[in-house]
C-alpha cells in the first residue's frame, strides 16, 4: 500500500486543517506515477517528435523571445529542413532607419556590428551578424541564418532564438515564421 495525503476541507475560519491519510492499492498508485514519469520525460503530451518521422512543424518565432523549443527532437548528424519568412530587428520601432529589418540572415555588414564590436563576446553567438537567426541542440549553439538545410550538431530537442544580446531582447521588434522538419 502506498500513503497519500489529501489536505481536509477548509474549516469555518478559512484555514486548512492536517492532512489526512488514504490508502491505496499499489496498483492505482503505479498507474499515476507511470504517468507522472511520461510527462517529465517529454511523453507524447508535450508534443514532441523525432525529426526522422519525417514530421514538419511551423512557429511564430518572435524577435523578443528567449530560446523557444520547437518540439522537434533530432539526432546528430540528420539533415533538418528550415523555411523562414517574415522579417525582424534587434532594435525598436523607432530605430527603425539605424537598424533596418532583415530576415533569418542577420543584419551582416551593418554599421552596428562595428560600433557593438566590444559587446560581441555577449551575443548569444559571437562572431555572428546581429539578427541572425540560431538553433541550439543540447548544450551546442549554431548558426542557421538563412539556410535551406543544416545538420544537426548534437542530440536533443531543437531550439530557436535571434542572435541578440540576451539582456537586450526585450526592445527588439518582428518575428519569423519558421517551418521545420526533416525527411520532407
Not at 541542440?137 to 544537426?152: C, K, L, R
Request: charged share 25%; glycine share 14%.
Amino acid at each position: 500500500m502506498i500513503l497519500i495525503i489529501h489536505p481536509d476541507p477548509e474549516d469555518g475560519m478559512g484555514v486548512r486543517a492536517p492532512g489526512r491519510l488514504e490508502r491505496r492499492p499499489f496498483p492505482t498508485v503505479l498507474i499515476g506515477l507511470v504517468l507522472m514519469a511520461l510527462l517529465l520525460l517529454g511523453g507524447c503530451s508535450q508534443g514532441r517528435r523525432h525529426a526522422r518521422e519525417g514530421s514538419r512543424r511551423t512557429l511564430l518565432l518572435d524577435a523578443r523571445s528567449d530560446w523557444q523549443p520547437t518540439g522537434l527532437l533530432v539526432r546528430k548528424g540528420e539533415k533538418v529542413h528550415i523555411q523562414c519568412q517574415g522579417t525582424w530587428a534587434v532594435a525598436p520601432e523607432d530605430e527603425r532607419q539605424r537598424w533596418p529589418d532583415t530576415g533569418a540572415e542577420g543584419h551582416g555588414n551593418h554599421p552596428g556590428e562595428r560600433i557593438h564590436r566590444k559587446g560581441d563576446p555577449k551575443k548569444e553567438l559571437p562572431g555572428v551578424p546581429f539578427g541572425t537567426l540560431l538553433g541550439k541542440v543540447s548544450d551546442t549553439i549554431f548558426a542557421v541564418g538563412d539556410q535551406n538545410e543544416i545538420i544537426a550538431p548534437a542530440q536533443g530537442e531543437l531550439y530557436l532564438v535571434i542572435n541578440d544580446y540576451p539582456f537586450y531582447r526585450h526592445d527588439n521588434r518582428g518575428g519569423l515564421t519558421v517551418t521545420i522538419g526533416c525527411n520532407d
